[in-house]
């Protein structure tokens, strides 16, 4: 099984709301109130209660930039020593994919006050492949002269559109070359941190085993 972009969100207070919010590269945003997108995001059930999770399953993720969100909705039994819930949230990108997967864990902390906090965003870059075995790199997408080599999990960047030459999917690549398509794979993701209270795996390994 292949997933494009799985998000998940739980936090450590009891009887206490968080919503997931994903923002897609067309604009739309998926959370509890907008639960599927034209794109195949969906949302799981809204937790009111208890400590999630929510989760945001996208099947193929397309380029461009994801946003992440956490929104601290109500909470009926605040925290008695800091007054704040403590949010983690794993993501994974191209998940089943060979050389492509990815994944990012953080951490970020959300009071009452709290409005929606922006916590990462996920970038899948455009027009860039990842080698899912060791392959040939031609001089042209018409040529049968090798000039080079690519090996498996390295990043390539198109240098134009794929074009069929005798029955073989042939891309151009950057600085110059062409590969066949049929080795290349989604590029893996980027994780850029967003304007928040982040946490660090150390402060995983607290709220799993205090």
């Given at each position: 099984m292949?997933?494009?972009?799985?998000?998940?969100?739980?936090?450590?207070?009891?009887?206490?709301?968080?919503?997931?919010?994903?923002?897609?590269?067309?604009?739309?945003?998926?959370?509890?109130?907008?639960?599927?997108?034209?794109?195949?995001?969906?949302?799981?059930?809204?937790?009111?209660?208890?400590?999630?999770?929510?989760?945001?399953?996208?099947?193929?993720?397309?380029?461009?930039?994801?946003?992440?969100?956490?929104?601290?909705?109500?909470?009926?039994?605040?925290?008695?020593?800091?007054?704040?819930?403590?949010?983690?949230?794993?993501?994974?990108a191209?998940?089943?994919?060979?050389?492509?997967?990815?994944?990012?864990?953080?951490?970020?902390?959300?009071?009452?006050?709290?409005?929606?906090?922006?916590?990462?965003?996920?970038?899948?870059?455009?027009?860039?492949?990842?080698?899912?075995?060791?392959?040939?790199?031609?001089?042209?997408?018409?040529?049968?002269?090798?000039?080079?080599?690519?090996?498996?999990?390295?990043?390539l960047?198109?240098?134009?559109?794929?074009?069929?030459?005798?029955?073989?999917?042939?891309?151009?690549?950057k600085?110059?070359?062409?590969?066949?398509?049929?080795?290349?794979?989604?590029?893996?993701?980027?994780?850029?941190?967003?304007?928040?209270?982040?946490?660090s795996?150390?402060?995983?390994?607290?709220?799993?085993?205090?």
């Amino acid at each position: 099984m292949k997933i494009g972009l799985l998000v998940w969100l739980a936090w450590d207070t009891d009887q206490t709301d968080v919503d997931l919010h994903v923002k897609e590269p067309c604009g739309n945003e998926v959370y509890y109130g907008n639960r599927y997108s034209s794109i195949g995001g969906l949302i799981s059930k809204d937790f009111t209660q208890g400590y999630g999770p929510e989760i945001y399953l996208l099947p193929h993720a397309p380029s461009g930039n994801y946003h992440v969100r956490a929104k601290f909705y109500a909470s009926h039994q605040a925290s008695l020593a800091t007054g704040t819930t403590s949010v983690v949230i794993w993501t994974f990108a191209n998940l089943g994919t060979s050389h492509s997967s990815a994944m990012d864990f953080r951490t970020v902390r959300l009071s009452s006050k709290s409005e929606k906090m922006e916590v990462l965003h996920v970038e899948i870059p455009e027009g860039v492949f990842t080698a899912t075995a060791d392959g040939v790199i031609f001089e042209s997408p018409t040529s049968s002269k090798s000039i080079g080599k690519f090996l498996a999990g390295e990043q390539l960047e198109a240098r134009g559109d794929a074009v069929n030459v005798d029955g073989f999917t042939m891309l151009p690549i950057k600085p110059q070359g062409a590969v066949q398509m049929k080795y290349m794979g989604p590029p893996r993701a980027l994780f850029h941190a967003a304007e928040a209270d982040c946490g660090s795996e150390e402060e995983l390994e607290e709220l799993l085993f205090d």
